[in-house]
Structure formats: structure tokens, C-alpha cells
């Protein structure tokens, strides 16, 4: 037969044969690695929380704490309390179920038994939910904050729509209140998911006041325990860290104090960075642009870097 | 009865009960806050534009206007036509939708009649589909200005599918036409939808001409008020704001030039902050990485800060 | 008839009429643009590599990196075997896929007969599977890395699951392997997948050295000709670049080494910017935060700016 | 170059080229027959009631008249209330939408205007909603006659989730409400489906009493005019149809009783087929199977065919 | 105002209202009623069995049972393996699940503690995918049957992927794998389910051997106690049925053999109607068209209904 | 440790272990089964034609022939070009695509070369939708006869929303295209589609005249080589069949005409059957209700069984 004239399917067939003839061996080596210390995996346990359902959880949330923004549904006064309970509900049940594997999963790793698992995970959830009028009541105290603070803010739904600000410090109430609860990874799941889209990675941790405004927000950083104050303003790129540390000193610092104090009513403006457990920044006081902070500033104080003298060169064309 | 021989799932309904029993007094209470004025709420409101449409809409736009780019359809030049033909009025009538609701929203929050949203819907959208061979036209500088100013670009494809800085800037041009459109909402979520995939943040007010590139980008901020020229190229970190304003001032500054204009030709490297709304940076000139500016600067110069001393420490080990 | 009776609809209707009419010409103009070269199409060209499916190309990879670890499947000793032998069959033929399109995109646009594109594309997916297990072990020493350089993780799954910064290691070292087998724009595709969700760019061009750690992450970017060693550290907006250049030169330094080069245990603080492809951090340095660094730094050294001097004004009330 | 070289995709290429030329012929005569009477087509009209809807309507009416059987959320008594105050303004506002689109439909049809179309299609919804508690009353004598009936049946349970005769009754009933505010279109589409998906049809327009129980069902018939009592049980193949009518008569008993009348408690066993508006069959009575009637049959009868003379031959092996 | 100015979409809002006061009393009518005895619903139980999950289940085991047929991943040698391992995995668990909702279902029904309900879902699942091999050659003397039976029959291919008989024996089989383990409702779901889709009804308990074949099938009947040799071949319309009964002994025959014995090598032509609990049709019987018979008849017979006398008479134009 | 405090959960999975055990020997078994003779899998081979792509062809084929009535896309002289003309490009490549996978198949199981296979998917393709016009010609003609034949139908629209005698003649006009272009497979897996949702068996070989008109329809049986002329109308449970035949027979039976020829303008009524090759129903002719043909019929002649007498007992109550 005329060569010419073979099927190029076939052709493909036959070499298929030859690469996907790799894949046994690939598949031991990769089960044998499971079995070594080498590597991570989650072979052999129980089910650990989803990203997936901690996302829905979130938007789950949302949709309570700003009825009628993010929904699909009309809601009016004929079918607000039918809303509400339903969405009440499925988020009792979605956190229940989430807070429960964060659980077992701490007890295992811990090598405790797991008798109150789930009975755990319905207290939090309960508690979650109890606390979800005051929410609404201090994220409106931060949409407020936005308006006041934005001269470009055309309204407070152009705010609750579309600001990234407001969206991480959604999701960083929210977390924060199951951090305070003591449930493990699904917090830190929460915020990095605010992180992802906001470029805002606020650590579940921090304790933050009512009104608080972050326009831009895009690489701004607050630590596991920052505290921040009432009516605090903040721009992109601020860091609010801690000191750099030499590794054998990683351990103990765990669950320390190491990131700055923020008093009330301070502004912070793009690219500040303040470092230190013991850096309180005084009520009221502004920080300006760029500035790099290691020691306490005073309340009422406006603090400035010495302007760079800058250098005018003409362009050689 | 043996109490070890228990059935678990019956003693886990029976804690279920406990805590569910929360539900009624939690929704109470959020239905009880809804009347309020302390917090947020869409009810009893008509519908409001939906992000999820508005997002549909960006990437249709998207692959109308780099036709075959981003569809699994495949398109030539038997049904070129009809690809087009289809994803064109797909695109009128979404655009129609979303700029109604935006309409009506705007209208029913000052309190106007809405007699014709719908028109005015349909309008705005007939003229967005009548700019979008120029657009096509306007973003083909874009994509070579980004092939000639990063070494890095293998070719034009590499630049249309998966370089952000061109994909804010295409976002930023759509938004800005219905900016001007005076579509309110839809052209922030977009611009928003942009940043939160790249960490660019342009607001759709701003004015830029051809050949924008913006290299890498996480970061860069471009205020309201904005104005940019042609052949500019900015890169990550690079903020053109506005001056801090005490609060008592914000609302007096809403609607005024508040952010920098860069003539042609600029260039800004990374973490360069331009402040102020009389703030000009002149054509063809240069600003070096990390500089601060609030002042204008004259065409045709290069501008550094001049370098921060560096201290060499040798490292105790 | 009473006007005041006029049913809407037909009203609507109408104008619909009136605006819709503006899709032909607008459809036409569209399709003479793809005649002319102002702008950019894909018309009567063969399929292209899709993002879609790239995505799920990086997810698919992860769940066999970390098996157990982002699956809703169980999966224990029982089935790990049939598990992975399914994921990596699947992965096997989805990177075939990907890889010939980017093959015969290539050959294509240079013109080149695309006889063993597919065998090619094969070939890759092979060679990419066979690396699998060595992959597994060095994102492990990344993991580790995670745990030992940052106070706040709890543990290792924390790491896994949220770690913005392991995220961006993963989908960097994945598509290495592709870039290293010369693959066209699927790499590339992966890192921006990672950069719109950490805002961490690293270009997949560069070669970086095992338990290799960013913390917080946002605003990095290391540049494709960047080499980084073992143990290194970074934290947010660290630019490792290149220096600026003249817009003529661009072309000659496309492929040449632009970027610069950091060597063992290396730890740069946040805000660092180093540029230049001589440039050289030797082994052990520690950049401290916002450092701008154009030239090498000895093994060992300790690295800060001069404090600007701060000013501190009281606040006028 | 070598022909038997020749890349297979690009000899595919050209191929394609020469069969899909063909479409532009077929869309010019495709649109051609769109302006002739010869076809039919829903062009330049408005939206019509669209089949998906009306499914999704169906399973949301059987989620309330069976709470909890047929859902995924688990119903108690906590969240009784909300779910279905949640399904029922879901189902009001899905059963408004269709209503007034087959009212509108019809108008146009009639070339009447349509000002009241959605009022009256809430109207509508609203009465259907009324209609809901009776419904389930109904249905449930419905259960029980099936329980009662068949000796196969394990419980209620497995009547309400598999047996198809319910399943068309269920809808049928739904339909018939719907048919007797004179919702055109709807109805039908919705027996239809439970035909499609029961091999049972039944007209909407047909009256049936309580307690009706079908089993097995494929192939049963049940015409628009037919009047079925209470406690009436019939079998698989069973019609009650019309007698067959010369065509030039199909116009004239349009809207006329042309199928028979089956009072209560009558059971009617499988393949029997009962023709004609004036054939009634008399309560209590029994029908046997395959007994073929067109007249009227007197209450408390037992009807049998007489039996066919059976061949028994030996089978030649 | 002039009222022909009025905004059709306020008007449409204030009728809404108008009709959706109807709500809140049909949400508690509802209420009401499901506290009644005379409705039907799952308020405060457990989770019972999907229908969703059991169709999944049954195609699950049709891709394990005709390997490579019904899946889109291709299946080859080289992961044939891990394919089949990983479906009959899924397989497991998700009868387990089922199975163990079935029995806790059933369990409180009859007030029983339900102790080891999870436990027995376990050991069904396993002794269901134990079964899974000889179910195959089960089903290839199917397929050869069809194939041997069918002169319309093109190969076995178009058997397996279209014949709507062979579904429902599929369908069937597994089903009274189920049945045989006393696993409730689910069975009966499977079987309705091949129902709703080929118009053939076998009830899972019917006991049928090897090689059976029903050709078109619609309107076939095939009851709980039936008893089908080996290789049989039935028609379309054709019922196995039982006696009629007055309805005081419904209750006293469930679970008693009420429908015919089939022995081998029978076939039966379309229309046949057999019925009782006692009828016996012999080995290598061949029942013609339409015959009904309610008594035993010997092996090696062919029965024939003796012809109705045809009327011709010529038709009045 | 006190038992009766054990975790339940460790309990369970305990027993979850013993019985997961099971699965690899029966995996083993599995794997073992598809290398005998036996069973049937699809393992090692070329993809075959795909269900749901052919379902999703049926799909696209009636949104073409008539245009508007099953999308939820607006169509109006602006876009109806456009419109066809996506969805006729669609459906060309659908039907290439499943064509080449039959062609394709049939060539493998014949041991034949597939040189062509793509070529002629691609040519049978073009034929198809050149006479796609043709095709809507004819439905029109269907669509009327239904109207003239069914005095409960209201007009057109609901005719083809809802008829399942419709549905299943356009389904049927459609494969019967294709088998007449010898495409293997996908022509009966479109006829058992709608077999399966209307209960009525067409095969696709049979040759059927315009305006038919098939009414209710469920157990319709018109086998492979039947004729059918003009205006012919027939009811549910007629079927055109073969006569029974000796299982020697059937193989020298295949691709022969064993249905009987019905010529124009016939009627027949429910529950007909007609058999045979060489059975004539003449034009004009009508058959009345569960008349059991095997010889031929002139025309213009009305054939009646002579009734069956009927029994009227007393029903003893």
C-alpha cells in the first residue's frame, strides 16, 4: 500500500502508545512518594473544610448582611422574612457543617478524640448567626465611612457594590468572628479569598473598629494582631507588620503580640509601613505617604519623611 | 436501654434542635433591623444592574473585539459575518438591560419619574456598538505599544491573552464609554472587575490616549480625574492620586480635577506616586522608580530622586 | 384611540426597533476592520491553546501534587492507586492537548509545516508527568519553608490551603517545566492565572531554587531571566527587574539576561526593588524593606537605606 | 517538498473549506423561506412561554404540595415557614411570568391589544397560589387510592417518589387549574410532559374527581372532554377517546363534549378503549380488559368481552 | 399629571403588590396543613433517598458495566485499570449512602432504633459491587440476544448504545440486585426510571433469567412476582400481569405470587396480555399477537386468538 | 475508656474499612472480564459517536427549522441572518464531527482503512444542511395535517411546543436524512431519543409522505423498511411490524422489506396492527380500532373487526 495514503489517525494511534505508555510507572512513583515524609497529602482521613464551600458561605453571608443586593430574588416586605429565614438557615447548616471538619480535623492532628465534633460545630454556627444584626449594624458604620472618605464614592451603592475596601472588611468581620471561636483554617480560607480579589490580605486575627475605610487597597497588609481603632482611614499599599525576626526566634513569637497599634481616627496614607508589636500610633494622628514607622508617634500628630530631593535632568533626546 | 447502645443520629438531631431553635429570634431581629436606618438594604426596590451580567458583558465586548481570541467557536471567513452579527446584538441587548436597571436605580434614588429608562437604555447601547470598530482600532495601539516596550513579549498573542495591563486598559476603554455616557454603577463594577483580576485600578472616569501600556501592575492606582496622553508607559506600584484633603472637603471636591495629567510619551517606573490635580507631568519625560511627586514637572525632563544612602552591614552569623 | 391606553409594549417595541436597526452597519464596519492590519484577529486560524482549559490543567496538577488535599473525593489506601492513575491519565492528556495547539500556533506563525506537532505535544505531556514525583518532593521543601519562616501559620494545611505565596511557587513551578520544554504561551497563561490571584508575578522563564518562601505576597514580580537560590525569602512588593531601557534597545535585550540573580538563604524585606542583570545579592544577605538596589551585594551583608528623617508636626485641630 | 510528507491538518484545513462553503447558500435560503407562508417561524414577535420555565414550575409546585420529599434542604419545623413562604413567591412570580407571556401570545395572535397582560397574569399566579392547600388535599386522596389499589405498593413513600401514574395525575391537576383560568399553552406543555415522561396523556382539560389512581399507565388516553368521578382506578392502554370523525367535521366539535363520562368508584382495566361524548359508564361498574365500547354501560355492570376462541397447536420443533 | 404620562413600570409595581398580598395567607394555610393528617410531607425527618443520586448511580454502573461506552474519557490498557478502580469506588460509596438512607427511612418508619444502618449501607454496597462481573455476562447474553432476535439489528454497538429493551433490562438487573438485599424505595426508583424512559415497566422484584430480549417495548408490563426462564423474547404491549381483585384483598395478596411463570425459550408477541399467579406458559411456547390468557398453557405450543372476522366494506366518498 | 463515649465517627470508619476492601479484587475481576470474549467493553478504541452530542444535534437542527420558537434568544429581521447563520455553522461541525466518529467506527469494526473519514463527516454534513429548507418545507406540511386532524388543538404554536406525534416525526425526518447518507449509529440513537420521550418507535429507514400526523401516539411501533404515503394519519398504539419469523431466519431477513406499504390519505385508528412485507393498505383506505392486518386492503376501503360481544353481568356487590 502507498505509504502516501496512511491514515494519520493511525499514525497518531500508534504514538499515542508510546508516551502514554509512561503513565504506569509515573502512577507508582507518585503512590510510593505518598508513603515517604517527603511530601504532603490528606490520604487516609476524614474530609477536611472546602474552599468551595467556605466561598459560598461568604456570599451566603453577604447576602443577609445587604438584603436585596446580591440576589437575584425580589425581595420586598411579602417575602423578606421568608428570605432572610431560608438564607438564615442554609447558613446555620453551611457553617455548621464546615465548622465541624475544621474541628475534627484540629483533633486529629492533635491525636484527641472527637466526641463533641459536631455538636461544636452547631454552637459556633449558632453563635455565628446570632451575631449577624450586629455585623449589619458595624459594616453600615464602614459603609458610611467609605462615603465620607471618597470624594469619587457617587453613593452608597456604587460603595457596597463595587469597593474593594469594603468588600475585604466584609469578609475579614466575618472571619474575624469565627476566628474569635476558635475554628481553625476556614478564617484564614475567608480572608485569602478577600486577599485574591482585593489584593487586601488582612489577617482574620486583627481587631478592627467600627468605620473603617481602605480606598485602593491593593497591597495593603495587616498582621495576625494589629489593632485598630474607630474611624481609621487607610490607602493602598500599607503594611502593617511585624519587625523582621531571625528564624529561631520564628517559634516563639507565635501568638505574640508583633504587629502596631492604630488609635482612632488616624489616617494612613499609601505606602506606609509600620512595623512592631510595641508601635502604637496615636489617636487622631496622619501619616503621610510612604513613611516607614518603627516607634510610637503621639496622638494628634502629623508625620512626614523628609521629602527626597529629587533630581531634574533634561532628557537627552 | 444500654445508653452506649445509642443511635448517634438520633442524639445529634436532638442537639440539632437546640441549636436551630436560634433561627426564629436571628431572623427576628434581621427583618427588625431592615426597617431601620442604621443598615443597608435593597428592599422593596426594583431590580438593580447584576455583576454577574455586567461581567458577561466585558467579555462579550472582549470577543467582539478580538474576534476568535477568546471563543472555542471557531470563526473564518464563511461565518465571520454571522459570529459577529450574533455576538453584536447579544451585546446591544445586554448592554440595553444593564443600562436601563442602572438608569431607573439612579432615577428612583432622586426620586425622578422613569418614563424613558428603557429608551435611554437602548440608545446608550446603539451608541456603544457604533464605537466599537474604533475601540478595535484604539487597542490595537495598545497591544503593539505593549510588544515594543516589554522585551519580555514572545509576540501579540502572548500580550492579548494574558497580559493584565492590557486587560485592565481594555476593560478601562469599554467603561470609559459608558462613563460617558453618564451610565451610572456598571463602569465601576467593571473597572473594579478589572483590578480585582490584576491589581490595576483605574477609575473609569479617567481620560487616556492610544498606546498606553502598563507593565507587570499590581498596584498602580489612576484617580478619576486623571489625564493621560499618548505612547505613556507606567509600571507596577505607580499611584497618580489626589492630594490628601481633610474631610471637611471631600464633599466640595466631588466632580473637580483632583488627580495628575501626563503628557505623551511619559514613562513612570514602578512605585512612582504623581499627586494633585494641577500636577503636569510634561511630554517625553522620564520619573525613576519609587519617586514622590506633587509638583509639575517640564517636558522632556528625566526625574530621579536622588539615592538613598545604602548602609553595608556584615551579617553576624 | 385614548393615548393613555397605549400598551407599552407595542411602545417599546418601537424604539427597540429604532436602535436595533444600528446593528448592520456596525456588524459590517466590524468585518471590514478584520481586513485591514489596525487590528488584531483570529480569523481562519486554527484553534488556539484555551485558558479554560490551562486552568484546569494547574487544579488537575495540584490535586495530584497534594493528593486528598482540594478533592471532594475520599481518598485513602484503598483507591490512591486508581486515584492518581486517573488524575495523571487525564492530566496526561490535557497538557497533549494544550501543548500541540501552542505548537502549531507556532509553527504556524512562523511559516513551519506542523507534521509531529502532535507527537510533540505527546512527547511534553510525557516528560511532564515523568517529573511529577520531583516536583512533589521540591514543593514540599517550599511548604516547610512556609511553616519556618512565618509566626502566624498554625500548620501545614493552613499553608496548603491559603498560602498565597505557595500558590504562586506551585502554578510558577509547574509552568516552568512547560517553559523549559519551550512550550509557547501556555506558561505564561499559568502565571498570570496566579498573578490576577495572588498578585505575585513571577515570570515562568525564571529559575528559582528550592524552599523558596513570599509572604503576604501582593505586588511581587521577578522577572524572567531572574535566578534565585535555596532558602530564600521575600516578602510583598519586591521587584527583582530589570533596569530601565531605551525604547530602541528593547528588541536586542529580548532572550539576554535583564534580571538579576540571588543566591542562598538570601532573606528581601518588603517594597525592595532590584534591578539589573549583573546585579548579585550574595548568599545569606538580608535586604532590609524599600531598599533600592542597583548594584551586587556580598555574601553575608546586611543591607538597609538610611532612614529618611521623619518629621513630626502637631496636627492642627 | 515530498507530498506524502504533507501535514494531514492542513489537507483537513482545505477540505473543510470546500463543504462549508456551502453555508452561506443555506443561511440566504433558510432566511428566504422565513418570508414565505410555507414555514413556520416565531420571528419578530414577542417572547413566548418557554418550555424549561414551565418544567421548573411543575417541580416547584410538587416541592410545596409535598414538602420535604422532593428537596435537598432538610425542612423542619423551624424552618417550615420560610421554605415555603420562599417556594410559594418563587412559584407566584415563575407562574406571573408564563402566564402573561401565553397572554400576550394570545392577544397578538388575535391582534388585540394587550394592556392588562401582566396584571392579569399575576392575577393568575395569584389564584393558582389560592389554590395550592386544596390542591394538596386532593393529591392526597390521590396517594391513598394508589395505596389502596395495588398490592405492590411498599408504603406512601414509594407511591409520592416513583409511580408514574401519580406523577401524571399530580400534574395534570396542576395543569387543569391552570387550564381553567384560560392559560393558553401552558397546560398542554405541562401534560405533555408528564406524557413524555409517563407514556400517560391527559388532556388539561379533561374533569377528574378525588381518589383517581392509574396503574402501571403507558399508553393511556384521556381526551379534553372527558368527565371522570371519584374512586374511579383504570389500567395501562386504556382510552378514553373520541370517535372517529370525517375531517370536514374536525372544525365543528372544537370545544365539543366529545369523550365519555365515567362516574365513581368504576374500574377500568387495561387496553379497554371507551369512545364518545355521549357514552357513560355508570358508576360502580367494571370494565374488563381489552373490551372495546362506544355505548353507554349502566351503573353496577360488570363488562366483559367475550372471549376469542384460543388456538392451541403444537409447535412444530 | 397627565395620567397617559404615567410610568407603566410604577403602575406594573403598585399591581404586584396588589397580588402578592396573597402570599403570607397561603404560606400559612400550607403551614397549617402540614400539621394535618390529611397531607403529605417529610417535615422533621431524616434525609431519604434522591432520586438524582440514584440515577447517577445507575449510570455509574452502566459505564463499569459496558467499559468505554457511555464515559467520554477514552479507556485504553494503560488506565483501564485506574478507571475501573476509581468508578467502582465512587460506585461504593454512593450506594452505601443511598442504601443507608433507605434503611434509616425504613427503620423509622417502623419505630425501630436504627444502630447499625450505616454499617449495612456498607455491606450492600459491597456485595452490590461484588455482583458487578457476573452481572456483565449477564448482560452480554443479553446483547447477544437482542442481536440474534432483531433482523433490524445492525451490529452490537447500536444494541448497547440504542435499544431501549436492553436499557431497561440493564436497569432491571441491577435494580433486583438491590431488591434481593431488601433495600427499599431505591429499586422501585431504578426500575420507574427505565420506565419514564423506554415505556417498560418491570417491577424489581420479577425474577428473570439469561438472555432475555423485548423488542420496542413501549407499553410492556412485567409484575412484582413474574418468573422469566432463559432466553425469552417479548414484544411491545405485551403485560405479565396479575388477576383483577376486589379491593378488600389488596391487602392480603401483597407479597404473594399474583403474576405468571415464563419458561424458557418463549417468545411472546406484541399485545399479549397474561395474567395470574398460577399461569404457566411452557418451554418453547410461542404466544401470537394480542392473545389473552389467564391460564397455564403446555410447552412446545403455539397459541393463536382465533381471527376477529374483518369487515371490508368500501368506503362512502 | 468508657465505650459507650467512642466516636462514632472512628467507629464507623473502622467498619467503612472491612467493606471498602472489597474493591480491589473486584476492580481486579473487572479488569479480568474486559479481556475475555464474553463482555462487551469499548476498550482501546477510537471515540465512537456520543449520545448527547447527537442529542444536542437534534436540539440545533429544530431551533433552525423553526427559527424563534425553542431559544431564548430574540429573533427579528435585524438578526434572524445572523442568527441562522451561527446555528447552521454550529450544526455543520456537530454533524462532521459525529458523522466522522460513525463513519470511523464502522470502518474499525470492517477492518477497513479510514483514509476519508473526516472528508466524508464533513461532505455529509454539507449535504445535510443544504437540505435543511427542504426539510422545513415538509414539517410545515406536518404541522398543518395536525391541525386538520385534532379538533383539541388550539393553533400551530401549540402544535409544535407540545405534539409528541410531531416531536417524533421531526426527529425522525431528520436521522432519516442521515441514513439515507449511510451514516451508521447516530440515526437510531435520534429516533430512540424520541422514542424514549414520546413513546412512539420510528425507525429511521422507514420512508414516510408529507402531512403526517401521528395523534397521542405512545406505543406507535413503524419498523425499518415500511412506505408511507401522503396525508396518512394514525393513532397511538399502531404498529406497522414485521410478521414473526424463525430465529434461522432472521440473519438472511436483514436489509429486506418485512413492513407493510400504507398509501395516501390512509387513517388508522388505535391500536391497529399490520404486518407483513407485503401487506398494501390502499389509498384512502381506513382502519378501525385494534384491527389486526397481515393482508392487503384495497383502497377507499373502510376495515372493521366484527365487534367482539360484549358480557354485561350484574356486578354482585
Not at 482585593?198 to 498582621?223: K, L, M, Y
Request: glycine share 8%.
Amino acid at each position: 500500500m502507498d505509504p502516501s495514503k496512511l491514515d494519520q489517525c493511525q499514525f497518531r494511534e500508534a504514538s499515542t502508545e508510546r508516551f502514554r505508555e509512561a503513565i504506569p510507572a509515573v502512577v507508582n512513583d507518585l503512590v510510593q512518594s505518598c508513603n515517604t515524609e517527603a511530601c504532603f497529602d490528606h490520604v487516609d482521613t476524614e474530609p477536611i473544610p472546602s474552599r468551595d464551600a467556605i466561598v459560598k458561605i461568604i456570599h451566603m453571608a453577604l447576602r443577609i448582611l445587604y438584603p436585596g443586593y446580591f440576589t437575584k430574588i425580589r425581595v420586598d416586605s411579602t417575602n423578606l422574612h421568608y428570605y432572610l429565614g431560608q438564607e438564615v438557615t442554609t447558613l446555620f447548616e453551611a457553617i455548621s457543617e464546615q465548622a465541624t471538619l475544621a474541628i475534627r480535623h484540629e483533633c486529629l492532628r492533635h491525636d484527641l478524640p472527637c466526641i463533641h465534633c459536631g455538636e461544636r460545630g452547631q454552637e459556633i454556627a449558632a453563635d455565628f448567626i446570632r451575631n449577624l444584626t450586629n455585623l449589619r449594624k458595624i459594616l453600615a458604620t464602614d459603609v458610611r465611612a467609605a462615603f465620607e472618605g471618597d470624594p469619587a464614592a457617587k453613593g452608597y451603592d456604587e460603595i457596597i457594590f463595587s469597593y474593594p475596601g469594603l468588600f475585604a472588611i466584609n469578609i475579614y468581620r466575618i472571619a474575624h468572628a469565627l476566628f474569635g471561636m476558635k475554628v481553625s483554617l476556614v478564617p484564614r480560607i475567608m480572608t485569602e479569598y478577600a486577599h485574591s480579589l482585593t489584593g487586601i490580605d488582612i489577617h482574620p486575627g486583627a481587631r478592627i473598629g467600627e468605620s473603617f475605610f481602605i480606598d485602593h487597597g491593593t497591597g495593603v497588609v495587616i498582621g495576625e494582631t494589629t489593632e485598630i481603632g474607630k474611624h481609621v482611614r487607610i490607602y493602598q499599599g500599607v503594611t502593617l507588620g511585624a519587625l523582621s525576626l531571625p528564624k529561631e526566634k520564628v517559634e516563639e513569637l507565635r501568638y505574640q503580640k508583633r504587629h502596631p497599634t492604630i488609635e482612632d481616627e488616624v489616617i494612613i496614607y499609601s505606602g506606609v509601613t509600620i512595623l512592631g508589636g510595641e508601635t502604637v500610633i496615636g489617636a487622631r494622628s496622619v501619616i503621610g505617604g510612604n513613611v516607614w514607622i518603627t516607634e510610637s508617634v503621639p496622638p494628634d500628630t502629623r508625620v512626614l519623611t523628609k521629602k527626597a530631593e529629587l533630581i531634574f535632568r533634561e532628557k537627552e533626546k
